[in-house]
T-cell receptor
Framework: DTGVSQDPRHKITKRGQNVTFRCDPISEHNRLYWYRQTLGQGPEFLTYFQNEAQLEKSRLLSDRFSAERPKGSFSTLEIQRTEQGDSAMYLC?????????????FGQGTRLTVV | AQKVTQAQTEISVVEKEDVTLDCVYETRDTTYYLFWYKQPPSGELVFLIRRNSFDEQNEISGRYSWNFQKSTSSFNFTITASQVVDSAVYFCARIQGAQKLVFGQGTRLTINP
């Protein structure tokens, strides 16, 4: 499978715990994006990387959220001290050189439930 | 904020009917890109089409067609002879800034057998 891969697909965690999600982009894509989608809404932009550099972060990305993309390949999104409001689908996407105007291709997402 | 509006929250039709999903966007840019995505129950967003603002030609791909009208800031999506497998949530989106996709709220389409 050469698409965007996300792991895990589902995560249930207790409030206050830390969670980490992983995204493996399409191999030749140098841009990687994280989005969050709550029930009944469209995805909302969180952050994006060009290679290993994090170039933009949304105001939605509070201090409890951190994203990394070491070596410009896979990326991780960590949420510290989770809150019930963090429950959502977290979607990763990647784009070829030239970026989102050339198309952003999404993974299947990680559904987070904070109890 | 320059919004993308999908006024139809839910549409339900019987199989083989044609159905049009509406999308209206706001932009101050002269060059911009618009997209449609399909999100089946599995959750993955499936890319359907990209359109740039210079190209106002309508596009057809099998049973799918798209009508882009700059004059009304609309980018509507029509499915001809709908099938049960077309049931999904459909999102319209545009690029904001250089890289950020701004999505509409989506239209849940249900095709009944």
């Amino acid at each position: 499978d050469t698409g965007v891969s996300q792991d895990p697909r589902h995560k249930i965690t207790k409030r206050g715990q830390n969670v980490t999600f992983r995204c493996d982009p399409i191999s030749e894509h140098n841009r990687l994006y994280w989005y969050r989608q709550t029930l009944g809404q469209g995805p909302e932009f969180l952050t994006y990387f060009q290679n290993e550099a994090q170039l933009e972060k949304s105001r939605l990305l509070s201090d409890r959220f951190s994203a990394e993309r070491p070596k410009g390949s896979f990326s991780t999104l960590e949420i510290q001290r989770t809150e019930q409001g963090d429950s959502a689908m977290y979607l990763c996407a990647s784009s070829p050189r030239g970026g989102a105007p050339h198309g952003a291709f999404f993974g299947q997402g990680t559904r987070l439930t904070v109890v | 904020a320059q919004k993308v509006t999908q006024a139809q929250t839910e549409i339900s039709v019987v199989e083989k009917e044609d159905v049009t999903l509406d999308c209206v966007y706001e932009t101050r840019d002269t060059t911009y890109y618009l997209f449609w995505y399909k999100q089946p129950p599995s959750g993955e967003l499936v890319f359907l089409i990209r359109r740039n603002s210079f190209d106002e030609q309508n596009e057809i791909s099998g049973r799918y067609s798209w009508n882009f009208q700059k004059s009304t800031s609309s980018f509507n999506f029509t499915i001809t002879a709908s099938q049960v497998v077309d049931s999904a949530v459909y999102f319209c989106a545009r690029i904001q800034g250089a890289q950020k996709l701004v999505f509409g709220q989506g239209t849940r389409l249900t095709i009944n057998p």
